[in-house]
């Protein structure tokens, strides 16, 4: 299995961010968001494909994967939404392409919506953008947090894996699901899964999805049409609230489209960066592939 690391560390407002960039310095620069419970480890497969043409930048948000987890930590979307921003000024990029999953949509769209982060150009895979979200599952936790976190590790490891396993339409392989997993173990990870749960709050959403008809840089809308976490039929009213937004459904993909159908979703991700307003591009002929690890 090949390493996935970040090695470079942000101080931000809600502690350290463990970061990196892929290809040569100069390029035309891309940064990837991921959602939640999830780690930048889910864009390995697709940074290292779009490296060949870009510098990506890579993250892991506070709270997730590598990056620092601390009771009392600030992990909600409108502190993840000031961190991007912070991030951003740190990178010194004033208008790249952004690329954003799940959670990490909702971070995007806060960060440019409200605090003036500036995009060429903006892609969101089954983003959390459009209420109503939140599964029953999430509302229970959300609503029992401190009681959840006192789970024994072997029944709090089960319902990760189920959880995180339920991303995918056509399963994860079992080494995928373990990295995955893995940072959510031991007693810092299992307080902070249940920490970021706890601190979802449709809010955040309800404040800037009236103000999607102002985002005026070319926009593509991706989904999984095998999403049991988002319907699909979230993606059409999420493209026709943004001018000129162009819906790309991915077939066979659930809602970790990055592991379901990674060859697909790197295609139409390649074209759309390469010519943000230009039209569509043309599915890989041989269709969507399970990626390993």
């Given at each position: 299995?090949?390493?996935?690391?970040?090695?470079?560390?942000?101080?931000?407002?809600?502690?350290?961010?463990?970061?990196?960039?892929?290809?040569?310095?100069?390029?035309?620069?891309?940064?990837?968001?991921?959602?939640?419970?999830?780690?930048?480890?889910?864009?390995?497969?697709?940074?290292?494909?779009?490296?060949?043409?870009?510098?990506?930048?890579?993250?892991?948000?506070?709270?997730?994967?590598?990056?620092?987890?601390?009771?009392?930590?600030?992990?909600?979307?409108?502190?993840?939404?000031?961190?991007?921003?912070?991030?951003?000024?740190?990178?010194?990029?004033?208008?790249?392409?952004?690329?954003?999953?799940?959670?990490?949509?909702?971070?995007?769209?806060?960060?440019?919506?409200?605090?003036?982060?500036?995009?060429?150009?903006?892609?969101?895979?089954?983003?959390?953008?459009?209420?109503?979200?939140?599964?029953?599952?999430?509302?229970?936790?959300?609503?029992?947090?401190?009681?959840?976190?006192?789970?024994?590790?072997?029944?709090?490891?089960?319902?990760?894996?189920?959880?995180?396993?339920?991303?995918?339409?056509?399963?994860?392989?079992?080494?995928?699901?373990?990295?995955?997993?893995?940072?959510?173990?031991?007693?810092?990870?299992?307080?902070?899964?249940?920490?970021?749960?706890?601190?979802?709050?449709?809010?955040?959403?309800?404040?800037?999805?009236?103000?999607?008809?102002?985002?005026?840089?070319?926009?593509?809308?991706?989904?999984?049409?095998?999403?049991?976490?988002i319907p699909a039929a979230k993606g059409r009213e999420l493209a026709d609230r943004i001018p000129g937004a162009r819906l790309e459904p991915i077939a066979g993909a659930g809602h970790l489209v990055q592991e379901d159908a990674p060859a697909e979703l790197t295609a139409v991700l390649a074209a759309f960066l390469r010519r943000p307003g230009g039209p569509a591009t043309?599915?890989?002929?041989?269709?969507?592939?399970?990626?390993?690890?």
């Amino acid at each position: 299995m090949s390493a996935w690391r970040l090695t470079r560390t942000f101080r931000s407002t809600s502690g350290a961010v463990r970061w990196d960039s892929l290809g040569p310095p100069g390029q035309d620069p891309v940064v990837l968001l991921h959602g939640t419970p999830f780690s930048s480890y889910v864009w390995r497969a697709v940074a290292r494909a779009l490296a060949r043409r870009h510098q990506v930048y890579v993250w892991d948000m506070p709270g997730y994967g590598a990056s620092a987890k601390s009771a009392g930590q600030d992990v909600s979307l409108a502190a993840q939404g000031r961190v991007f921003t912070e991030l951003l000024a740190h990178w010194d990029l004033p208008e790249p392409l952004v690329v954003a999953h799940d959670f990490g949509g909702a971070v995007a769209l806060r960060a440019h919506l409200l605090h003036g982060a500036r995009y060429r150009a903006l892609a969101l895979v089954d983003p959390v953008a459009l209420a109503p979200w939140g599964s029953p599952f999430f509302r229970l936790v959300g609503e029992h947090a401190e009681v959840f976190e006192q789970l024994p590790p072997a029944l709090h490891r089960a319902l990760v894996r189920e959880y995180v396993g339920s991303a995918s339409s056509p399963g994860l392989h079992p080494a995928v699901l373990d990295q995955l997993v893995r940072p959510w173990l031991g007693d810092p990870g299992q307080a902070a899964f249940y920490r970021q749960i706890a601190q979802a709050d449709q809010l955040h959403t309800d404040e800037v999805q009236d103000r999607y008809g102002e985002i005026a840089v070319p926009a593509l809308v991706c989904w999984g049409q095998d999403d049991t976490w988002i319907p699909a039929a979230k993606g059409r009213e999420l493209a026709d609230r943004i001018p000129g937004a162009r819906l790309e459904p991915i077939a066979g993909a659930g809602h970790l489209v990055q592991e379901d159908a990674p060859a697909e979703l790197t295609a139409v991700l390649a074209a759309f960066l390469r010519r943000p307003g230009g039209p569509a591009t043309e599915r890989p002929g041989n269709g969507p592939f399970r990626s390993r690890a």
